[in-house]
Antibody, heavy 114, light 106 residues
Framework: EVQLVESGGGLVQPGESLRLSCEVS????????MSWVRQAPGKGLEWVSV???????QYSDSVEGRFTVSRDTSKNTVYLQMSSLRPEDTAVYYC????????WGQGDLVTVSS | EVVLTQSPATLSLSPGERATLSCRAS??????LAWFQQKPGQSPRLLIY???RRATGIPARFSGSGSGTDFTLTISSLQTEDFALYYC?????????FGGGTKVEI
């Protein structure tokens, strides 16, 4: 069974850093595109980043230079390192599998507020 | 950036009726267009990928069509569980983008 579980969210102050984890089972993070998508409270979906099978990454303009995606294939986990966080980064962050996001995690709330 | 414009913003229908949702792209996205359903408090669920391919377990009443810049999600006969938010998404051009969503309500 395919499962994705995000963790690491919480309340941080503007300018601080946070690392989200997405631990998966039922498939390999190294053999699939892995993406992060976020949703601000009451708003729509926003694409954040993708890591391809070859390890290359792409980011949205709003997080480029502040967020970094990495993976640990031995732990079957993908990470989203977020730095210089801003109030507008407040959202539920989802990880999703594949180019078509055929499976999603339950989401993890990140709140950036003083 | 490819802007995806979904219309209408809200669609008010009754069970059994046909729903037609539109997604227009600001430039061609080829076949890399997907549709998602999201219910309150839940993660999005993939319905359609590559314009018209139904995801695993998705009922046949959901269908996708279109090409280039104009795409449509059709729900042939609305069931109670279909009242939700629907988003289109393109992964043809960076940055990948989502549409603003269409709410299908009773």
């Amino acid at each position: 069974e395919v499962q994705l579980v995000e963790s690491g969210g919480g309340l941080v102050q503007p300018g601080e850093s946070l690392r989200l984890s997405c631990e998966v089972s039922g498939f390999s993070v190294g053999g699939n595109w892995m993406s992060w998508v976020r949703q601000a409270p009451g708003k729509g979906l926003e694409w954040v980043s993708v890591m391809y099978t070859n390890g290359n990454t792409q980011y949205s303009d709003s997080v480029e230079g502040r967020f970094t995606v990495s993976r640990d294939t031995s732990k079957n986990t993908v990470y989203l390192q977020m730095s210089s966080l801003r109030p507008e980064d407040t959202a539920v962050y989802y990880c999703a599998k594949g180019p078509n996001y055929d499976s999603w995690g339950q989401g993890d709330l990140v709140t950036v507020s003083s | 950036e490819v802007v995806l414009t979904q219309s209408p913003a809200t669609l008010s229908l009754s069970p059994g009726e046909r729903a037609t949702l539109s997604c227009r792209a600001s430039q061609s996205v080829g076949v890399y267009l997907a549709w998602f359903q999201q219910k309150p408090g839940q993660s999005p669920r993939l319905l359609i990928y590559d314009v018209s391919r139904r995801a695993t377990g998705i009922p046949a009443r959901f269908s996708g069509s279109g090409s280039g810049t104009d795409f449509t999600l059709t729900i042939s006969s609305l069931q109670t569980e279909d009242f939700a938010l629907y988003y289109c998404h393109q992964h043809s051009n960076w940055p990948f983008t989502f549409g603003g969503g269409t709410k299908v309500e009773i």
